[in-house]
């Protein structure tokens, strides 16, 4: 019987050692940890003046931002072996397994101290006891409490050090975060520009490239992409290129594998009716249109009629700059950029297709973001409307408490009405005065399928369309 074991993973330090140097980016956490390094590596120099060693260190960040990676090069610079193990392996489907695995591990660690045991996905054990759906779940709560014994079990000069990773720190236990438990927070964020760039560097080790190929356009071309995703963009790449019998990877393989990324596989092979084409060309004519005449809205890089995934076209917009704010005059702009293709169709074809619906759906939430999260809306002021709860095992938003009374209800329908017609008018509005140029655009994208940013930059140019500001 082998219930009570587990199957922890040990990477042996020599073949697959990472280090500092393997992560890029993330300066602050890497220097956070760095003290970690030193502890592990020295502890004798600490414990001399009395200081505790650290036992828990959770990395919280969004998924693929490089967690379990710099774990491991904690373990790689401080030359000490790595248990590695997620939380949801402690839990199967009889009681009291989780704790015996639980002292299990801990067991091994400590053995083979100094040692990191790293948990991977620590929410999956440590969610607030008692919390959710369904009552108390007690073979999670069992797991994590133990845990919390093996931890405070541990002597002043334990020199084991637990790990944790979670990309929902605000669900977690509060008795994990306790001084002596999980005290050291270290925050991982999403790469900026300059850490993108870093990490295809990183990335391109061992994959030949073309002369063409410049990663720091690539980067500019990536906002929003975790490490992860810059990796399995240039694996993509290199997949790519060696389906086609290449023996280098170029620039273009990696652009079209950021749309492979973002919105799925191209699918040229799917015939469209002309009249379908015609439809899609205007419709996407009309997003850009508006995203061109817009001051606030972002810059467009690439129109497409060629579907992709669920998309029947697209039309790529990027930011200039990095964006951690978004204003309201963004937002405004955003919705009247999402009706540009519904605005489009009506006036042209005097009819509406379905094309539209995950545009009306992306404006629907985004106009109820704006006024019940971000206090965007001036009848109703800042205030956050509805609270939100979690499913307890997905963590997704599953049903919203509704915390106004029925006529700040309507008072939100209403708000929602007007700034999404107002946002429709001003769509509606840039395409009539601009008919012209939407015909070109359109009849460019049935001719080519694709205008990429330049040539729809002259089109512009050309047609003398002046940016206007949302009111
Ligand atoms: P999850 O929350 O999904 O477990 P994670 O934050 O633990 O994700 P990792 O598994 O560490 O993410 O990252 C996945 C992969 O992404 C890494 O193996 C690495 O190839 C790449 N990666 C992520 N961040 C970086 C970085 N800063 N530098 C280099 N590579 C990175």
Do not use: W
């Amino acid at each position: 019987m082998s219930f009570g074991k587990i199957n922890i993973c040990l990477f042996s330090q020599d073949k697959d050692k990472i280090t500092f140097k393997d992560v890029a980016g993330l300066k602050e956490s890497k220097e956070e940890l760095e003290e970690v390094v030193d502890f592990l590596k020295n502890p004798k120099k600490f414990l001399d003046i009395g200081a505790k060693i650290p036992r828990g260190v959770l990395l919280m960040g969004p998924p693929g931002t490089g967690k379990t990676l710099l774990a491991r090069a904690v373990a790689g610079e401080s030359n000490v072996p790595f248990f590695h193990l997620s939380a949801s392996e402690f839990v199967e489907m009889f009681v009291g397994v989780g704790a015996s695995r639980v002292r299990d591990l801990f067991q091994t660690a400590k053995k083979a101290a100094p040692s990191i045991i790293f948990i991977d996905e620590i929410d999956a054990v440590g969610r607030e006891r008692g919390a959710g759906l369904g009552g108390g779940h007690d073979e999670r709560e069992q797991t994590l409490n133990q845990i919390l014994v093996e931890m405070d079990g541990f002597e002043r000069d334990t020199n084991v050090i637990v790990m944790a990773a979670t990309n929902r720190p605000d669900i977690l236990d509060q008795a994990l975060l306790r001084p002596g438990r999980f005290d050291r927070r270290v925050l991982l964020d999403m790469p900026d520009l300059h850490d993108r760039e870093d990490i295809l560097k990183i990335h391109a080790k061992g994959k030949p490239f073309d002369e063409s190929v410049n990663l720091k356009v690539v980067a500019t071309r990536t906002p929003g992409f975790s490490g992860a995703d810059l990796a399995n963009l240039l694996n993509e790449a290199a997949i790519v290129t060696a389906r086609a019998g290449r023996k280098k990877v170029t620039q273009d393989d990696i652009l079209n594998s950021i749309e492979k990324v973002l919105l799925g596989p191209a699918r040229r092979s799917r015939v469209t009716i002309q009249k379908e084409r015609e439809i899609t060309a205007y419709h996407e004519a009309g997003h850009a249109l508006v995203a061109a005449t817009l001051k606030d809205s972002d810059p467009v890089h690439k129109v497409t009629i060629i579907s992709r995934g669920m998309a029947g076209g697209y039309t790529l917009k990027l930011p200039i700059e990095e964006r951690r704010l978004k204003t309201k005059a963004q937002f405004l702009a955003d919705l009247a950029v999402s009706f540009g293709g519904y605005a489009a169709e009506s006036i042209i074809f005097k009819d509406v297709s379905t094309g539209s619906s995950s545009d009306i759906q992306y404006a629907t939430d985004l106009a109820h973001k704006a006024i019940t999260r971000y206090g965007m809306s001036d009848v109703i002021g800042p205030r956050t409307l509805g609270k939100n709860h979690e499913l307890m095992f997905l963590g997704r938003e599953i049903s919203s408490e509704k915390d106004y009374s029925e006529k700040t209800g309507e008072m939100i329908d209403s708000e929602m009405n007007v700034i999404m017609k107002k946002s429709l008018e001003t769509a509606k509005k840039i395409i009539t005065t601009n008919k012209d140029t939407l015909d070109i655009i359109a009849r460019k994208l049935m001719e080519n399928e694709t205008i990429e940013q330049e040539e729809f930059n002259e089109i512009i140019k050309a047609s003398g369309i002046k940016q206007i500001v949302m009111k």
